[in-house]
C-alpha cells in the first residue's frame, strides 16, 4: 500500500470500527428492552388466566362482589413492581451503553492516533487534546457505574407475587 493511502485507509477503518461497535450497542440496549416487554407480557397473560380461574372457581357472591377492587390493587402494585423493574433495567442498560461507548472510543482514539502517527504525523501532540477532550466524558461514565452497582436488584414481579401467596396475602375465600 501506498504511503498516501494508508493514512485515510487506517482512518477509514477505525471510523468504520466505532460505528459497529456502537450499532452493537444499541441493538444490545434493544435487546434488553425485547426482553422486559417479552417478560411483562408473559407475566401479565399469567395474571389474566389466574384471575380467570379463580373467578371460574368462585361459589359465592361475596367474594365475586369483592373481586375488582382486589384486582385492582393487585395490579397495581404488580405495575409498580414492573416499574421499579423497568428503572433496573434502564439504569443497567444505559450504564452498559455507557461504558462499551467508552472502551469503543477509547479503541477509536488509540487506533486514530496510531494512523495518525504512521502517517507521518506525530500523535504526542494530539495525546493531550485527546485527554482534555475525553476528561468530563470519562468522568461521567464512571460516576454512572458505579451508581449502578450499588443500586438493588429488583426483584421480578412473578417472585414477587409467588411470595405473597406463599404467605397467605393471596384472596380469603
Known amino acids: 500500500m501506498s504511503g498516501k ?3 485515510p485507509l487506517s482512518l477509514f477503518k477505525a471510523n ?3 460505528q459497529t461497535r456502537i450499532n452493537r450497542l444499541a441493538q444490545q440496549g434493544g435487546q434488553q428492552w425485547l426482553d422486559l416487554s417479552n417478560r411483562l407480557l408473559g407475566d401479565g397473560i399469567a395474571e389474566s388466566n389466574a384471575e380467570i380461574e ?3 372457581k368462585t361459589e359465592d357472591w361475596q367474594t365475586l362482589a369483592t373481586l375488582p377492587a382486589e384486582s385492582f390493587w393487585r395490579q397495581l402494585q404488580q405495575r409498580f413492581g414492573d416499574s421499579q423493574a423497568a428503572v433496573q433495567i434502564a439504569v443497567s442498560a ?3 451503553f455507557a461504558n462499551g461507548l467508552q472502551e469503543a472510543l477509547r479503541a477509536w482514539q488509540k487506533e486514530t492516533a ?3 502517527g504512521s502517517g507521518g504525523i506525530p500523535g504526542a501532540p ?3 487534546a485527546w485527554e482534555k477532550m475525553f ?3 470519562e468522568q461521567l461514565f464512571q460516576a454512572a457505574a458505579s451508581a449502578s452497582a450499588d443500586a438493588p436488584e ?3 414481579a412473578a417472585a414477587a407475587a409467588a411470595k405473597k401467596a406463599a404467605k397467605g396475602g393471596g384472596r380469603g375465600k
Open 5 to 7: 493511502t494508508e493514512l
Open 16 to 18: 468504520i470500527e466505532l
Open 54 to 56: 379463580e373467578l371460574l
Open 94 to 96: 444505559q450504564t452498559a
Open 114 to 116: 496510531e494512523a495518525l
Open 126 to 128: 494530539f495525546a493531550d
Open 135 to 137: 476528561a468530563p466524558w
Open 154 to 156: 429488583p426483584e421480578p
